[in-house]
């Protein structure tokens, strides 16, 4: 009896999974599938106490930086800096690399990914010296929003002491932006294979074109994308199976549906 209770049980919430992925037809819905996406095998480094400090000088980018007079902000992810010439800003968090995350494990190099709104230096730092291309620096300028730089930890290991240091500023930085700078996005994870790119970017253009279609259209476009939404499900089945190849193979499957569905 337990047992047929369990298998129904089981049976009930995925169908109710699907059910909230058939349903992805607004724009907001597709946000959440993108973080549901994310959090996969990635972890928010926004939830980890990101300080921020305004202004330039005295620089910041320092593995052994005076962190005295930053705050932890609420919301990492808020735009500075709005509408001010010349605006600019500090970022840092340090954290322990883990084990893994997520169920899907590669040989992969770790890698910070990281989306600014406007300019940014990044300084990635492992057990207090720089690590990566470029001695531990990586620039980034206009990023679209569907974009990432990665940065990758060289040799890192479980344990490791990792600080990210980012200056941000505004773009233009003359006469100032009217949306000022902010950090997008900034996760871990060993996602470097493209596929993981083709799906994000899959994702925004359907948001992007839900959020912006109006009346029949609207209607017809949550018609085409009705099905290979709820196919993005498969994504996840395949992630709690471990498999990383399996993984993979259905994220560029749910990707090239999604593309074929929104050019018809």
């Not at 959440?32 to 305004?54: E, P």
């Not at 690399?97 to 990281?114: D, F, M, R």
């Not at 949306?179 to 948001?207: C, I, W």
Request: aromatic fraction near 8%.
């Amino acid at each position: 009896m337990v047992r047929q209770f369990l298998a129904c049980h089981c049976f009930c919430l995925a169908l109710l999974a699907c059910a909230s992925v058939a349903r992805a037809q607004t724009a907001d819905d597709v946000t959440k599938l993108l973080a549901r996406f994310n959090d996969l095998n990635t972890l928010d480094l926004g939830k980890l106490g990101v300080k921020y400090r305004a202004g330039l000088a005295p620089s910041l980018a320092a593995v052994d930086a005076d962190e005295s007079a930053m705050k932890v902000l609420k919301d990492p992810h808020e735009a500075q800096g709005q509408g001010k010439p010349g605006a600019v800003g500090w970022y840092r968090v340090s954290f322990d690399l883990p084990e893994k995350i997520g169920k899907t494990t590669t040989s992969a190099s770790w890698v910070v990914e990281t989306n600014v709104q406007g300019i940014a230096e990044i300084y990635t730092y492992r057990n207090g010296k720089p690590t990566g291309v470029g001695n531990g620096l990586t620039t980034s300028f206009g990023l679209p929003a569907n974009a990432w730089t990665k940065s990758t930890l060289v040799d890192a290991k479980p344990g490791d002491r990792i600080t990210l240091v980012i200056l941000a500023t505004c773009n233009p930085w003359g006469r100032g932006s009217p949306e000022g700078f902010a950090l997008r996005h900034l996760r871990l994870g060993k996602r470097t294979s493209p596929v993981y790119s083709y799906l994000v970017d899959a994702l925004f253009n359907v948001r992007e074109k839900l959020r912006t279609a109006k009346g029949d259209e609207l209607k017809a476009l949550q018609e085409k994308v009705k099905g290979p939404m709820a196919d993005v499900e498969a994504v996840f089945a395949a992630a709690e199976t471990g498999n990383a190849n399996a993984f993979i193979e259905a994220v560029g499957k749910s990707a090239n549906q999604l593309n074929k569905a929104i050019r018809k």
